[in-house]
C-alpha cells in the first residue's frame, strides 16, 4: 500500500518533530527549517511524496505528533 504524504510548507512551525523524533527516514529538515519529504520519496515537490508501506506507520505518528497539523498522510488504495 503506497500513501501520499504532503507536507503543507505555510503552516509548519518549523518544530522538526517529524523530521528528528518520529520519522527521519520520510522528513527532512529544510535549508530554512521547515519539512520537506526526502528527496527519494518526492514526487511532484519537496512538500509532496509517496511512501512505501513499510514506512506508513512511520509517516502517520509524525502527521499525528506535528503542532501544527501541517502533515496529510493519503490512502492511495
Known amino acids: ?3 501520499i504524504v504532503v507536507v503543507d510548507q505555510g503552516a509548519c512551525i518549523q518544530c ?3 523530521y528528528l523524533d518520529n520519522c527521519p527516514e520520510v522528513f527532512k529538515e529544510g535549508s530554512d527549517g521547515t519539512s520537506e519529504i ?3 520519496y518526492r514526487t511532484d515537490s519537496a ?3 509517496e511512501v512505501p ?3 506508513t506507520d512511520c509517516a502517520k505518528n509524525a ?3 506535528c503542532p501544527a497539523t501541517a502533515i496529510s498522510v ?3 488504495s
Open 47 to 49: 512538500a509532496q511524496g
Open 16 to 18: 522538526g518533530l517529524c
Open 1 to 3: 500500500m503506497t500513501m
Open 74 to 76: 493519503l490512502d492511495l
Open 53 to 55: 508501506s513499510d514506512l
Open 38 to 40: 526526502a528527496e527519494q
Open 63 to 65: 502527521a499525528d505528533a
